[in-house]
Structures are given as C-alpha cells and as structure tokens.
T-cell receptor, first 114, second 117 residues
Framework: NAGVTQTPKFQVLKTGQSMTLQCAQDMNHEYMSWYRQDPGMGLRLIHY???????DQGEVPNGYNVSRSTTEDFPLRLLSAAPSQTSVYFCASSSHSNSNQPQHFGDGTRLSIL | AQKITQTQPGMFVQEKEAVTLDCTYDTSDQSYGLFWYKQPSSGEMIFLIY??????QNATEGRYSLNFQKARKSANLVISASQLGDSAMYFCAMREGQGGGGNKLTFGTGTQLKVEL
C-alpha cells in the first residue's frame, strides 16, 4: 500500500539549476497539491490540482511550475533554483469528491539550493 | 490576519497526563473543516483528527479529542494519557468552503510537544 510517493528524498542543487520533484499516488485521488515547509512558518500551498489537466496556484507559486497529465502523477518543477527555495517539499492527495477526508502526505523531499 | 493561529511554540507534559494544544482560526465561510496533523522528528505528516463546522459533537479518535468552540473560533486538540511517542510537532489546519475549489489547507505554525518521564 504505497499511498503518496515522493522522489527524491534529498537533493542539493546549485543556484540556477532546474529540477523536477516527482509525486505519485495510487489511491485514485482527484485532488493533489504541493506544499513547502520552512522553519517557523508551517506548510504553505504552492500549487494544486483538482483533476487531470487542471492546475491552479496556491499561496506561494512563484518559481514553480506544475502539470497534471494523469490522475496518478503531479510533478513540481523548479525552473531556475534560488536559495530561497531551500525547503522541505510535501506532496499530498485526497478524494476531491469528499472534502471531509484528510489529505495524505508523502514523506517529503528535502531540497537545498547552494 | 493569520487564518490559523497556534500560540504555543512549545509545550511540555509529563507522561500519562493530558495536554491541550491551542488552535484558533479565522474564516467568514459557514462551511469549513479543521484538521490536526502530527509531525514526528522523522518528518512525515500524520493525520490525527477532523472536525467539520457543522458537526454538533466534538470529534474523538482514540486518545485524541477536539475541543471545538465555534463561537470562539477555536479547535483545541486534547491528548489524553500522554506517551513518550507523542513527542512531535503538531499542526492545526483549516479547509475553507465546500472543497469545490480544491481541498486547500491553511496551516498554523505548529506546536512542538515534548513528553517527559
């Protein structure tokens, strides 16, 4: 029972490099989202998707791109990494049809930008 | 204004005692949901308990209960009979609206709980 799988778990980048954080879920959830967690600030929503082909911005979208070509996958792209993007990134999914259900989180990706 | 406020950056409790973690929220929606998550030092986010704005009874899940006071806009988490394994960061989060715009959550800044012998 995999749930939400994030890869990689750790990554170090240089300023200006690009990379994609992968997120996959096997629960057939319509809703998927990306959060970042910074010390003292809780989790903040970056982008979210309510289904394949539909994405929208969250609270802190600048510097990140997303796409949703399948129900299962929701990758997060950093186009040109900046030190301010050093953070822990969490992907989450939930059943969109029942918003009372909790979001299931992946184990996180710890990203450092030098 | 903060939508979710957790005023206790850190809390200590002795093993086997009960502890209350505070959470206040701000919303103009009539329909909303409140969630509590636990984040141990290993980093994963673990769902604990949910309270809907229209739920008349306080939610309970094992040793966790939610003291929901709608008029005060508070949703405090009560952990009974604390265990060493309860030592973790605890986050309160809110989903506003019916969820049609996506199950977006707004998180508080968290409370670090330490359970002592």
């Amino acid at each position: 029972n995999a749930g939400v799988t994030q890869t990689p778990k750790f990554q170090v980048l240089k300023t200006g490099q690009s990379m994609t954080l992968q997120c996959a879920q096997d629960m057939n959830h319509e809703y998927m989202s990306w959060y970042r967690q910074d010390p003292g600030m809780g989790l903040r929503l970056i982008h979210y998707s309510v289904g394949a082909g539909i994405t929208d911005q969250g609270e802190v979208p600048n510097g990140y791109n997303v796409s949703r070509s399948t129900t299962e996958d929701f990758p997060l792209r950093l186009l040109s990494a900046a030190p301010s993007q050093t953070s822990v990134y969490f992907c989450a999914s939930s059943s969109h049809s029942n918003s009372n259900q909790p979001q299931h989180f992946g184990d996180g990706t710890r990203l450092s930008i030098l | 204004a903060q939508k979710i406020t957790q005023t206790q950056p850190g809390m200590f409790v002795q093993e086997k005692e009960a502890v209350t973690l505070d959470c206040t929220y701000d919303t103009s929606d009539q329909s909303y949901g409140l969630f509590w998550y636990k984040q141990p030092s290993s980093g994963e986010m673990i769902f604990l308990i949910y309270q809907g704005s229209y739920d008349e009874q306080n939610a309970t899940e094992g040793r966790y209960s939610l003291n929901f006071q709608k008029a005060r806009k508070s949703a405090n988490l009560v952990i009974s009979a604390s265990q060493l394994g309860d030592s973790a960061m605890y986050f309160c989060a809110m989903r506003e609206g019916q969820g049609g715009g996506g199950n977006k959550l707004t998180f508080g800044t968290g409370t670090q709980l330490k359970v002592e012998l």
